[in-house]
């Protein structure tokens, strides 16, 4: 997906809400926003929106002491997440299609993003999560659900790319679903290799016990989604070598949409520019499989 003229103002959010949650003084910050205003106009939009988001965040990592910055939010969001497992394992084993269930929660999991929302309180979106269920499911669009389970029925490796910590304990509910149905399919979980906003890292994946029922790696880098050139050799040997790969949030879409994988992209609609770019409304959860809906080439 390439860049529009929207997301600018959005990078200039997020890399000065990271300078705040890093604790940089006001001096500081504005020296990164400056940098940052000034790469600008030697970016082309046809550059995905996690490619130049990332010129961002490697400019106030040059200047922020504390590499991650977001870590004690990370912190949280796992622990809150995991107080829920057990609750959102029962919502899975006492449902009609318990992978139909583990999917929808996967996807609402997508909520827990500190780059897409300002000022989120984990607390509260964990809450909606969980009391609004059915306002999730109603608004399920771009579905590709039928072909997703025939895909998976026939794959025997599966990539699962994550996203947010917190999210990756409902992202466990789908995976062990998937394992109790299919215990021969070799999962791997994919995270970010060094800090970027509140995306997962290995510690984060082994705190919420994702090691359990899948092989963790990391994927090399520290981009807010996945930039392949950027990734890890180890990574893209076993990104070819997926039969089927299952990648969640918006940062991972941006990164990913033109890519000729097969690839089943779960996501909550958080910006108007990914609602233009798939034609739905914020708000509406996503299963999208590439090959069934074309590429976007936009």
């Known amino acids: 997906m390439k860049t529009h003229l929207a997301c600018i103002p959005c990078f200039f959010r997020q890399i000065l809400e990271g ?38 965040y490697g400019i106030l990592k040059k200047v922020n002491a504390d590499r991650d910055p977001y870590k004690a939010i990370k912190q949280k969001s796992n622990r809150l997440a995991l107080k829920l497992y057990r609750k959102l394992k029962r919502k899975a084993e006492h ?8 999917v929808e929660l ?7 993003d500190f780059g897409a929302k300002n000022n989120l309180d984990i607390n509260d979106e964990l809450k909606k999560i969980l009391s609004k269920e059915e306002t999730f499911v109603s608004r399920r669009k771009l579905f590709h659900y039928r072909s997703f389970k025939k895909v998976l029925k026939k794959s ?37 290799d060094k800090p970027v ?16 029922t899948a092989l963790l790696i990391s994927n090399g880098a520290d ?40 690839i089943f992209f779960l996501f909550m609609v958080k910006c108007p520019v990914v609602a233009e770019e798939t034609g739905r409304r914020l708000g509406d959860i996503v299963l999208l499989d590439n090959r069934e809906n074309g590429p976007f080439r936009n």
Do not use: W
Request: aromatic letters at 6%; a positive charge; glycine letters at 6%.
């Open 19 to 56: 300078a705040r949650y890093a604790g940089i003084s006001p001096q500081l910050q504005k020296k990164v926003m400056d940098e940052f205003a000034r790469a600008i106009p030697q970016v082309s939009l046809r550059s995905s929106p996690p490619e130049i988001a990332l010129i961002g």
């Open 95 to 102: 449902s009609k299609d318990r992978l139909l269930k583990a």
């Open 106 to 112: 996967a996807i609402a999991g997508n909520i827990i």
């Open 156 to 192: 025997k490796t599966i990539l699962y790319l994550a996203d947010n910590a917190g999210e990756i304990v409902f992202d466990r509910i789908l995976i062990e679903e998937i394992k109790r149905i299919y215990p021969e399919k070799v999962i791997y979980v994919s995270v970010k």
């Open 197 to 212: 906003i509140n995306d997962a890292l290995m510690e984060d994946a082994l705190f919420c016990g994702v090691d359990k």
């Open 223 to 262: 981009a807010p989604g996945t930039i392949l050139p950027l990734c890890s050799k180890e990574f893209k040997r076993i990104y070819m070598k997926a039969d089927m790969i299952i990648s969640k949030g918006q940062g991972n879409f941006e990164s990913l949409s033109r890519a000729r994988k097969h």
